[in-house]
T-cell receptor, first 113, second 113 residues
Framework: GQQVMQIPQYQHVQEGEDFTTYCNSS?????IQWYKQRPGGHPVFLIQ?????EVKKQKRLTFQFGEAKKNSSLHITATQTTDVGTYFC?????????????FGKGTKLSVIP | EAQVTQNPRYLITVTGKKLTVTCSQN?????MSWYRQDPGLGLRQIYY???????DKGDVPEGYKVSRKEKRNFPLILESPSPNQTSLYFC????????????FGPGTRLTVT
């Protein structure tokens, strides 16, 4: 399947610092989803972005979809220990055909109290 | 309560001994899929199903079988498990396809010795 590059793989921040993870694709996406997986848990859906240039906010989390629909970011303002976990993007590619869903490799966030 | 259930949650088995991991959802979802999660590799889709009797390969289908005889159930079958199938497995479901929120089960930790 097609691949998306998610960076960074790991991020350690002091509590209160900001955090950003990026998903980059070489081909145009039809939409992109973001998930969070707490340590020992299962992935949980956060949001889906569909429109070019879309920006959505959930409290301290800001999600962006690039103008060309080839990249996306998740930004957390003033991290808290409850933000610890791995964040995955899950892009869907334009065009007919496969209904396969491919996830990025994830960014593991550690928050130092 | 809307949920995806998996059984067993933990399994230790030996090479070559056939096993089945069950997955069931109570949300009348059409789309179901299986993922394996390995350190550094993220979530990789094994198989997915668009509806009853409709299944297709994901990124890593080798060594696995699935069936979708009923809408709510999507078992994962390992006919002859090998140590390289030691992994954390997640079942997921969504209303209709990959562009909808994926609901994940709690995971099955499989060890093949």
């Amino acid at each position: 399947g097609q691949q998306v590059m998610q960076i960074p793989q790991y991020q350690h921040v002091q509590e209160g610092e900001d955090f950003t993870t990026y998903c980059n694709s070489s081909t145009t996406l039809s939409n992109i989803q973001w998930y969070k997986q707490r340590p020992g848990g299962h992935p949980v859906f956060l949001i889906q972005l569909v429109k070019s240039g879309e920006v959505k906010k959930q409290k301290r989390l800001t999600f962006q979809f690039g103008e060309a629909k080839k990249n996306s970011s998740l930004h957390i303002t003033a991290t808290q220990t409850t933000d610890v976990g791995t964040y995955f993007c899950a892009p869907s590619y334009s065009g007919a055909g496969s209904y396969q869903l491919t996830f990025g490799k994830g960014t593991k966030l550690s928050v130092i109290p | 309560e809307a949920q995806v259930t998996q059984n067993p949650r933990y399994l230790i088995t030996v090479t070559g001994k056939k096993l089945t991991v069950t997955c069931s959802q109570n949300m009348n979802h059409e789309y179901m899929s299986w993922y394996r999660q390995d350190p550094g590799l993220g979530l990789r889709q094994i198989y997915y199903s668009m509806n009853v009797e409709v299944t297709d390969k994901g990124d890593v289908p080798e060594g696995y079988k699935v069936s979708r005889k009923e809408k709510r159930n999507f078992p994962l079958i390992l006919e002859s498990p090998s140590p390289n199938q030691t992994s954390l497995y997640f079942c997921a479901s969504s209303l209709s396809g990959r562009s909808y929120e994926q609901y994940f089960g709690p995971g099955t930790r499989l060890t093949v010795t």
